[in-house]
Nanobody
Framework: QVQLRESGGGSVQAGGSLRLSCTAS????????MKWYRQAPGKEREFVSG???????AYPDSVKGRFTISRDNAKNMVYLQMNSLKPEDSAMYYC??????????????WGKGSLVTISS
């Protein structure tokens, strides 16, 4: 099973940028759809960005135009570039992978999270 580890979180002022990294224990470009989620204290976990195996991306309106998801297949890494950050972007950010190959089709994997704090 793939293991995911996030890094790159931290504290920045509003308007700043951060890049989160998700390191996978195996190659993800062939068999995994990758996503980022976030969860703020007292709120439900929400979808932040997605990158399918065919290269298609998806973003909710709340981050569209500010966040960019990408992958480096050679390094087994997925990134989330976050620009023009707002205090409401503060949350724990999680890397997520869904397997799209057999065996274990449909199995979901989560990292442990990376904390992002945006001050006003």
């Amino acid at each position: 099973q793939v293991q995911l580890r996030e890094s790159g979180g931290g504290s920045v002022q509003a308007g700043g940028s951060l890049r989160l990294s998700c390191t996978a224990s195996e190659s993800t470009d062939q068999c995994y759809d990758m996503k980022w989620y976030r969860q703020a204290p007292g709120k439900e976990r929400e979808f932040v960005s997605g990158l399918d195996r065919d290269g298609s991306t998806a973003y909710p309106d709340s981050v569209k135009g500010r966040f960019t998801i990408s992958r480096d297949n050679a390094k087994n890494m997925v990134y989330l570039q976050m620009n023009s950050l707002k205090p409401e972007d503060s949350a724990m950010y999680y890397c997520y992978a869904e397997r799209r190959c057999s065996p274990n089709y449909g199995v979901e994997y989560w990292g442990k999270g990376s904390l992002v704090t945006i001050s006003s």
